[in-house]
């Protein structure tokens, strides 16, 4: 069988990486096998990098470099990629949170889609417009199923109040999806906590993020519009993870904002 053709470096810079692997591999005569052995993995790793479906690690380019002594380009594209946008970060961000032990949300202006009902959803996504409503809409409830497996992730949530006073889709349905928030939340692993608009000014004005940590590290993950951003960088995901510490401060105890949930929806007419 032969090998999957490199990706076009022209499409991205994750596209570059992997095309440059496979290059610079092929120009010195070396096997997959053999730089599978140099970076201590797996075959079919290397196959897997080399394609664009898996993202190579700091370290390993590091050895690269070293080894291949490339002067740092290694090194220079990943810090580049991990800078802009992967044409395929919808599909990385999904496989990174259904593999996630702790997932930790911040959400500035609407419910997060793993709590989301299945009204509320599409009223968030059909105001987006373009096709195929409903399969987007199954999709996201689908990543619902983590919460109910066996082993479900904690997941943390900080809401602000205007999430909550905001009716999207009219009263009737916001009470019933703040009346599912209220019930979720009783789940041992569902924490939901909400900053009060009295809390004024705080850290969580710059955006909606959420981290994600599992068996390989913590990514962050942000969204903008029309696309996201995954931040693997653990400097970086540093400073997500005090933001949200920084955040939280702000946010009520659960039990007074389980409280503050319900009087909004009891308001909410």
Not at 88 to 103: G, L, T
Request: proline fraction near 7%; charge should be neutral; charged fraction near 25%.
């Amino acid at each position: 069988m032969l090998p999957k053709p490199s990706p076009d470096p022209k499409s991205s810079m994750w596209a570059w990486l992997a095309h440059d692997l496979r290059f610079y591999r092929a120009r010195r005569g070396l096997s997959g096998d053999a730089v599978a052995k140099l970076l201590t993995c797996a075959r079919s790793s290397i196959s897997r990098l080399e394609n664009g479906e898996a993202r190579p690690t700091e370290h390993q380019m590091a050895v690269l470099d070293e080894r291949w002594d490339t002067g740092g380009h290694f090194g220079r594209l990943l810090w580049y990629a991990r800078l802009g946008h992967d044409p395929n970060w919808f599909k990385q961000h999904i496989d990174i949170e259904s593999e996630a032990q702790v997932i930790k949300v911040y959400e500035a202006l609407a419910v997060p889609g793993l709590l989301q009902l299945p009204e509320y959803a599409h009223e968030v996504i059909a105001v987006g417009g373009g096709p195929d409503i409903n399969e987007l809409v199954a999709r996201r409830l689908a990543r619902q199923e983590i919460l109910t497996r066996q082993d479900p992730p904690v997941l943390l949530v900080l809401l602000t109040e205007g999430v909550l006073d905001w009716p999207v889709g009219g009263p009737e349905l916001m009470r019933k999806q703040l009346a599912y928030l209220l019930e979720v939340s009783e789940r041992p692993n569902i924490g939901i906590r909400v900053i009060p608009r009295s809390a004024g000014t705080h850290f969580g004005l710059d955006g909606s993020f959420k981290i994600m940590s599992g068996a390989s590290g913590d990514v962050a993950y942000t969204e903008s519009p029309g696309g996201g951003r995954l931040v693997p960088s653990a400097m970086e995901v540093r400073s997500y993870v005090l933001r949200y510490d920084r955040i939280g401060q702000k946010a009520l105890p659960e039990d007074q904002s389980r409280d503050l949930i319900g009087k909004i929806m009891e308001a909410m007419r």
